[in-house]
């Protein structure tokens, strides 16, 4: 059935959820020119309100160079440097970041890999890390285009921003009942708002959307904590296995743990130990844990994020999957998705929702 009566509220686009992918989608399409509305359930511990937020080239135990960063990165810098400008709100703080190495192993491994597959991303520091502060008995190397994004503050500049507007809305949405679909739109009631299309970014609670569910997570809890660290003064994210990074105040974020099965937003005494010791094994000052958080990580089987819309139902769209790497991959996904709306292009079936689900009648 269509639209009888003339809503409240007209938008373009309605976008489900304000973490890291449903903000950078509203971005995108508001710069674009559409008419962009958000809604959001508020939750204080989501992925993104606890996530370091960092952006790293060279990762992992074999030294990788991170999936598409030439293409994701000039992307991501100029897109947040837009938006801090829009807004007036400093968040993105590009700063060198170190590795230490916890092996001669590993120092010959970066040896052989860097010269050849990422000379232009990486060097030996001119300023090591303090030898007091730090085991750097293998020596470290140091990554150049490296930066932090301070999310939550990213996250609540962008809702002042969209509220002024009057297109935030604050409420949660149940998708099995709270959407009426047109014919080429969707209605949600509750605020007389009546949109082209509806975009859910929810992240590890869209595993449970009803209408994108046959799409597979392969999610992963992680932990995180916020130290006091007097004296450390080192501005560079330091990394071994897991990550410290000065965030002001001698106060500093560090983490973060894996755990696949146990996917639930509960910090533990065995994830608080195991960061601990962790970061005792290379950094020799004292240190106070001042706060503990866990959220789990939208991971989608195939660690790739995807976008596009539903087979049968088009006004239904989807950008979730921004797994561990979101602040570097959310302004590219959401800009080729915003691309693919205003050209009508095709989504490359490598990221697109459409291929990856397995639609029975829904
Ligand atoms: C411990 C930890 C450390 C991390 N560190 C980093 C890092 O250093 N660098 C990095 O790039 N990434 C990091 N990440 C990953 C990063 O947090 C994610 O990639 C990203 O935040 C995911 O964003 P999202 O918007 O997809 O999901 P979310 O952050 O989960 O956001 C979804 C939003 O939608 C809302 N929502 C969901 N369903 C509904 C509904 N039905 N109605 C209304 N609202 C709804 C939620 O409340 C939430 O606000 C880390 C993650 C964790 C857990």
């Known amino acids: 059935m269509e639209q009888s ?17 449903g903000t950078t989608l509203a971005w995108t399409l508001h710069r674009m020119g ?6 959001d359930r508020d939750e204080p511990l989501s992925s993104s309100r606890i996530a370091a937020g960092l952006i790293t080239p060279v990762t992992g135990k074999r030294f990788v160079k991170s999936w598409r960063f030439d293409d994701f990165w000039p992307i991501a810098t100029e897109f947040y440097r837009a938006i801090e400008k829009e807004t007036g709100t400093g968040f993105f703080h590009q700063r060198n970041s170190v590795r230490l190495f916890a092996s001669r192993e590993e120092q010959e491994l970066f040896a052989q890999k860097s010269n050849r597959d990422y000379p232009e991303l990486v060097r030996y520091p001119e300023n090591p890390v303090n030898e007091k502060n730090f085991d750097r008995s293998f020596g470290e190397f140091e990554m150049t ?3 932090r994004l301070n999310i939550p ?32 739109s969707v209605i949600l009631k509750q605020f007389e708002l009546h949109s082209k299309r509806i975009i859910f970014c929810e992240g590890f609670s869209g595993s449970k959307n009803r209408w994108f569910e046959s799409v597979r997570f392969d999610a992963a809890k992680g932990e995180i904590l916020t130290v006091k ?34 996917l639930n937003t509960t910090p533990t005494e065995t994830g608080r130990e195991e960061l601990c010791s962790r970061l005792s094994n290379f950094m020799r000052l004292p240190f106070e844990v001042l706060d503990h958080h866990a959220a789990v990580r ?17 006004q239904m769209g ?12 959310a302004p590219w996904f959401a800009d080729t ?25 829904q």
Request: contains cysteine; hydrophobic residues 35%.
């Open 318 to 329: 989807y950008f979730n999957g921004l797994g561990s790497k979101g602040s570097l991959q």
């Open 229 to 262: 660290i007097p004296g450390l003064n080192e501005q560079r994210a330091v990394h071994r296995g897991i990550w410290l990074v000065a965030v002001g105040d001698d106060l500093y974020r560090m983490g973060a743990t894996y755990d696949r099965k146990n």
């Open 153 to 184: 503050l990213y996250l609540d500049a962008s809702r002042d921003y969209f509220s002024r507007k009057n297109s935030y809305f604050n409420a949660e949405i149940n998708p099995s009942i709270d959407l009426q679909l047109q014919n080429n």
């Open 298 to 314: 939208p991971i989608i089987l195939g660690r790739k994020p995807l976008i596009g819309f539903h087979p049968q139902y088009p």
């Open 5 to 21: 009566q003339i809503m409240k509220h007209e938008f373009d686009t309605c976008i489900i959820g304000q973490g890291l992918a």
């Open 34 to 39: 559409q008419r962009v509305a958000v809604i």
């Open 145 to 147: 285009q490296a930066a």
């Open 337 to 361: 998705f915003a691309q693919s709306i205003s050209e009508n292009n095709n989504i490359p079936s490598e990221f697109n929702v459409a291929t990856h689900m397995n639609v029975q009648n």
